[in-house]
């Protein structure tokens, strides 16, 4: 089935430096993949929506200087954590639809563990 | 506008029955049900389109009702694998965009 692979699943780094994570779909095309954010016990965030060939879409809130979308082909999107604080900590995961519109399944990634010390 | 859920968290003993609720005030396109367990990414359970559907799977099924912008997903004869939290995920323009709700949280005891 679908499958869609995310890189690094943990990560730790020192404040103010910047980490890249990626999100691939491995055996369909993507054109649109959404990235999530996700505090302990809490509910996923959407963040953006990221476009391919396009610039991403943001939600109301997001810092798009601080959090960089870009999705550089039909199975690739990257979300790159600018000058991370420890603010920043958090689970962050993408998802790619299955299909055209909304009538398919939305698959995830396995996440990403942010930690910023 | 994020979907409201309802109970928050449910305790059952191993074979009891649950409703979990998800309730929008948008019109939607469509409801997404998902479970994730601790540490790891949700898992699909399935998908109800407008137009009043029903869907089931295994001992789980769900409903969607349209003109209430309510779903519900029932879970029949709980097994200790059902614990996890439960989130519905709301589409209102039919891209895949889901708005998920806050979340249930479902334990399931011997």
């Known amino acids: 089935g679908a499958v869609v692979s995310q890189h690094p699943s943990r990560v730790i780094c020192k404040s103010g430096t910047s980490v890249k994570i990626e999100c691939r779909s491995l055996?369909?095309?993507?054109?649109?993949m959404f990235w999530y954010r996700q505090f302990p016990k809490k509910s996923l965030m959407l963040m953006a929506t990221?476009?391919?060939?396009?610039?991403?879409t943001y939600e109301q809130g997001v810092e798009k200087d601080k959090f960089l979308i870009n999705h550089a082909s039909l199975t690739l999107s990257t979300l790159t954590v600018t000058s991370a604080h420890p603010e920043d900590s958090s689970f962050y995961i993408c998802?790619?639809?299955w299909g055209a519109g909304g009538t398919g399944e939305l698959f995830f990634g396995e996440g990403s563990r942010l930690t910023v010390l | 506008q994020q979907p409201v859920q309802s109970p928050q968290a449910v305790i059952l003993r191993e074979g009891e029955d649950a409703v979990i609720n998800c309730s929008s005030s948008?019109?939607?396109?469509?409801v997404h049900w998902y479970r994730q367990k601790h540490g790891e990414a949700p898992v699909f359970l399935m998908i109800?389109?407008?137009?009043?559907e029903q869907k089931g799977h295994e001992k789980i099924s769900a409903s969607f009702n349209e003109k209430k912008q309510q779903s519900s997903l029932y879970l029949t004869a709980s097994q200790l694998s059902y614990s996890g939290t439960y989130f519905c995920?709301?589409?209102?323009?039919?891209?895949?965009?889901?708005?998920f709700g806050q979340g249930t949280t479902l334990q399931v005891k011997p």
């Open positions: 948008k019109a939607l396109y469509s």
């Open positions: 990221s476009n391919e060939g396009s610039k991403a």
């Open positions: 109800l389109l407008k137009g009043g």
């Open positions: 998802s790619a639809p």
């Open positions: 055996d369909f095309q993507a054109t649109t």
């Open positions: 995920g709301t589409d209102r323009d039919n891209t895949g965009k889901l708005i």
